[in-house]
């Protein structure tokens, strides 16, 4: 076959595997969310925001007073009295205060997006870490076993007289090191499935994956933080923010301005009857004292925390993807590193075994191979991490 297209298909074949790795995360993500209890409640408590928000922003109940007075002497009868009337303000009628309940609810839906996202980042990573997790038990799982067939190994070479107790003890404290690995790495994993469990709504979540693969990046800068910028609710709720003091600013206005009520009063004595329209106003001189200052000074606040959420935005942004792309790049040469040692465990145990190098310069060669591959899955591990933060900051 073709040296270049043995080369072609082993890309295309490790891009697909990376391809699914990364679907199959985003599916168990996605999967977990529905049933994270966090994420229930954040959405029970916005739609009870916006509801409150909706609420009081019509006009005032109207009023209904009946009255019946005795007279005295009796001679001159009694007095029936009936009034209605209803009150009208500019800032109901103009539909301000409905207007700034609609910016209200478009600011419990960006605090909601808000803090959704951060639930979903430490679910994801949560995932990111037991997917780690199981492959570094994996991973240990083999060493154990491969240390454990050489210090049988060992134990025979000494009854024959072939090495010394000191060999076979350096080889025991090795295994007994790396037992205590394995077991301070299956806490951590029953740690991280009672975490996935909670996320799961109580249900048992399981883990297939034990690899990470290592996450392809948008190609500029410049067009990813375009992408996320525009769905960002971080930068949304600054906007609406402004919107809204915008808004309360009209209606501290408004609510200066005269109330007006009008209504129907009916009075009998008697034989005698009056009745008619009554109309009534209402001058704000003192309640609205100071409502237009403090708006007014609550709108330049709102512009200025926008502006410095623009910034913060995009300083966070350009950071995160540095780091993203710089931990990618770590971890590729790791990747690269195992693929040209791979064959180093084989001949250091082939070497050992014809006795060509000794216990001690064995066990040192065998850590540094695997403490490099160690050092790999914590790189894809790191990377991975951080690229949580690039998904979640661009999901809508």
């Known amino acids: 076959m073709n040296l270049h297209l043995i080369i072609l298909s082993s890309c295309l074949l490790l891009t697909a595997v990376e391809v699914l790795a990364q679907t199959a995360i985003d599916t168990l993500v996605s999967r977990v969310e529905a049933n994270h209890p966090g994420l229930r409640a954040l959405r029970a408590e916005a739609d009870a925001q916006r509801i409150e928000n909706l609420t009081g922003i019509q006009l005032d109940d109207p009023e209904v007073e009946l009255g019946y007075l005795w007279g005295s002497p009796s001679t001159i009868g009694h007095r029936t009295d009936v009034s209605v009337s209803q009150s009208f303000d500019v800032a109901t009628l103009s539909g301000s205060r409905r207007r700034l309940a609609r910016g209200k609810n478009r600011q419990a839906e960006s605090r909601y997006l808000v803090d959704r996202q951060q639930l979903r980042l430490e679910l994801r990573q949560c995932v990111v870490d037991a997917i780690y997790t199981r492959g570094m038990m994996k991973l240990m799982a083999q060493r154990v076993s491969n240390m454990r ?5 060992q134990q025979r070479l000494l009854d024959r007289g072939e090495c010394t107790i000191l060999d076979v003890r350096n080889m025991q404290l ?13 806490a951590d994993w029953s740690v991280l ?30 067009e990813w933080e375009s992408a996320v910028s525009a769905v960002s ?17 009209t209606l501290s206005r408004q609510e200066g301005l005269p109330r007006v009520s ?37 709108s ?12 913060r935005f995009r300083a966070e942004a350009a ?12 971890a590729l040469d790791c990747r690269r590193m ?55 900051l661009g999901a809508e």
């Open 319 to 330: 950071q995160l993807y540095d780091k993203t792309k710089n931990l990618r790049e770590v």
């Open 262 to 298: 009008v209504g129907y009063l009916s009075e009998k004595v008697m034989d005698e009857h009056f009745q008619g329209i009554t109309v009534g106003l209402s001058v704000p001189l003192w309640s609205n004292k100071n409502k237009v200052r403090r708006a007014k000074a609550a």
């Open 233 to 249: 609710p971080l930068l949304s709720l600054a906007r609406e923010e402004v919107l809204s003091s915008r808004d309360e600013l």
């Open 338 to 392: 195992l693929v040209a040692t791979s064959n180093n465990a084989h001949l250091l145990r082939k070497a050992l075994q014809a006795g060509e190098i000794s216990v001690t310069d064995y066990l040192l060669s065998e850590s540094l191979f695997y403490d490099a591959e160690e050092k790999a899955l914590e790189a894809v591990r790191d990377c991975q991490r951080e690229y949580s933060k690039m998904v979640v």
């Open 193 to 222: 499935c009672r975490q996935l469990t909670f996320y799961n709504g109580g249900e048992p979540l399981e883990i297939v994956l034990d690899s990470l693969e290592i996450p392809s990046l948008p190609a500029t800068y410049a």
């Open 149 to 153: 067939e050489l210090a049988a190994l």
């Open 174 to 186: 090795n295994l007994r090191q790396l037992e205590s690995r394995s077991s301070l790495l299956l």
């Open 300 to 311: 330049v606040a709102a512009g200025l925390r926008q502006q410095e959420a623009e910034l």
